[in-house]
């Protein structure tokens, strides 16, 4: 009794009431960014399959208890990385209404830290069912938003198909950064029938 009196002072109670008025209110986000950041470190070099929520905490460094106040499980990091991949191509297509601009954009961003990411998620897709259905799922939407940017579903598909060879070959340590997203620039630019601007200024050299 006395120990529960104790910690109940006035004074404590102040202290308490004292630091949570003087709470970082972006560390939720901050924390959160960290985890999935270390995360998508793990799955890249581990695969996803391989990579324990004990993986995670150790790269992001912090506790187990302080991730699952952010996720439940390894399988909603899973979700909320491919929704954030997902979200991350939608704001780049809406940026602006070139195409050859918006798919350099999007090489960029799929061809970085995402393209290992991905890799990973195929991977396990091979022996799990509902994460290929959701993949499947993904694809398709990818595939409408860049249609309705490129004016057709089936140079979408194509450039798609593209940028998901490329990342493969990006993870497998055959291709560095710059002439991964070079070659997707020079195939989609060739696609669209749109030269490319360092192309052509160094035909009027």
């Known amino acids: 009794m006395f120990q529960d009196q104790r910690f109940a002072t006035p004074a404590r109670v102040m202290l308490m009431l004292d630091s949570m008025r003087h709470a970082d209110p972006l560390l ?3 924390r959160r960014v ?42 909603e990091i899973v979700a909320a990385l491919a929704h954030e991949a997902h979200a991350e ?13 918006v798919l350099d954009a999007l090489a960029r961003n799929a061809l970085g830290q995402n393209a290992m990411f991905n890799v ?29 940017l490129v004016g057709s579903v089936d140079v979408a598909r194509l450039l798609i198909v ?11 340590n055959h291709l560095d950064f710059e002439t991964a997203c070079s070659q997707f620039s020079e195939f989609a630019h060739t696609l669209l ?3 490319r601007p360092d192309a052509a200024e160094s035909r009027t050299r």
């Open 28 to 30: 939720p986000e901050r």
């Open 193 to 195: 029938g749109v030269t």
């Open 162 to 172: 593209a940028l998901d060879g490329l990342a493969q070959r990006r993870a497998l």
């Open 89 to 101: 191509a939608d704001a780049l297509i809406a940026l602006d209404d070139d195409p050859a601009t």
């Open 34 to 75: 960290q985890i999935l950041d270390a995360a998508r470190a793990c799955f890249a070099a581990r695969g996803l399959s391989q990579t324990t929520i004990e993986d995670i905490c150790a790269e992001a460094r912090v506790s187990p208890g302080a991730l699952y106040r952010y996720f439940a499980s390894k399988a």
């Open 120 to 148: 990973a998620l195929w991977a396990e897709a091979s022996h799990d069912p509902p994460l290929a259905g959701a993949l499947a799922q993904r694809d398709a939407r990818n595939q409408t938003t860049l249609s309705t």
